[in-house]
């Protein structure tokens, strides 16, 4: 069983700054692509980022130049370093994981609140 703990949410300024981190516990897995997602109210989950294993990344083009996605492969982590927040960044976000066992599954995190004032 694979689990997903999400952390750095919060609230912050138009202008400021979050880094979302993504952990994946569990044994006998291997990791394909990472990434995050946002869902805000009344609307449907989208993409944020996404990078894959072999470091390979893809931005929504909302976000591109303010956001970086990173991962830290031995640490089965991926991180989201978001600049320039705009209040139309205010949303859930959900890390998504490819993980490998037997077969791929998705796995997805609780989600974190992320809410930019203006």
């Known amino acids: 069983q694979v689990q997903l703990v999400e952390s750095g949410g919060g609230l912050v300024q138009t202008g400021g700054s979050l880094r979302l981190s993504c952990v994946a516990s569990?044994?006998?897995?291997?990791?394909?692509?990472m990434g995050w997602y946002r869902q805000a109210p009344g609307k449907q989950r989208e993409l944020v980022a996404t990078?894959?294993?072999?470091?390979?990344?893809n931005y929504a083009d909302s976000v591109k130049g303010r956001f970086t996605i990173s991962r830290d492969g031995a640490k089965n982590t991926v991180h989201l370093q978001m600049s320039n927040l705009k209040p139309e960044d205010t949303a859930v976000y959900y890390c998504?994981?490819?993980?490998?066992?037997?077969?791929?599954?998705?796995?997805w995190g609780q989600g974190t609140q992320v809410t930019v004032s203006s």
């Open positions: 998504r994981v490819n993980v490998i066992v037997r077969w791929e599954t998705v796995y």
């Open positions: 990078i894959t294993s072999g470091g390979s990344t």
């Open positions: 569990g044994s006998g897995f291997s990791i394909n692509a």
